[in-house]
């Protein structure tokens, strides 16, 4: 379960429930799979992790070959009004 970052931290960058879901669990079983390969002892869980790492965006997701990210839509189409 999460509780920092909460799920209504992580919608706005992925968009609805079931992907946030889907993009959690890939990014987690990623982040075990570089454990087991590189030996790391950190004991913080994966999905904490992977959540942290789409709510501060270090992370994009991508959903049918293109990246999902609301709040980048918006300042980009700002940018685009200003000009």
Same mark, same amino acid.
């Given at each position: 379960?999460?509780?920092? %970052?909460?799920?209504?931290? =992580?919608? %706005? &960058?992925? $968009?609805?429930?079931?992907?946030?879901?889907? #993009?959690? #669990? &890939?990014?987690?079983?990623?982040? *075990?799979?570089?454990? @087991? !390969? *590189?030996?790391? %002892?950190? !004991?913080?869980? #994966? @999905?904490? !992790?992977? $959540?942290? *790492? =789409?709510?501060? $965006?270090?992370?994009? @997701? &991508? =959903?049918?070959? +293109?990246?999902?990210?609301? +709040?980048?839509?918006?300042?980009?189409? +700002?940018?685009?009004? +200003?000009?």
């Amino acid at each position: 379960m999460l509780s920092d %970052p909460n799920v209504k931290q =992580i919608l %706005p &960058k992925v $968009g609805n429930r079931y992907e946030a879901a889907l #993009a959690l #669990a &890939k990014r987690a079983r990623n982040i *075990e799979n570089k454990r @087991v !390969i *590189e030996g790391d %002892p950190c !004991i913080k869980d #994966a @999905v904490d !992790i992977a $959540g942290t *790492e =789409i709510a501060n $965006g270090t992370v994009r @997701v &991508k =959903i049918h070959g +293109e990246y999902v990210c609301e +709040e980048e839509k918006e300042s980009v189409e +700002e940018e685009k009004e +200003e000009e």
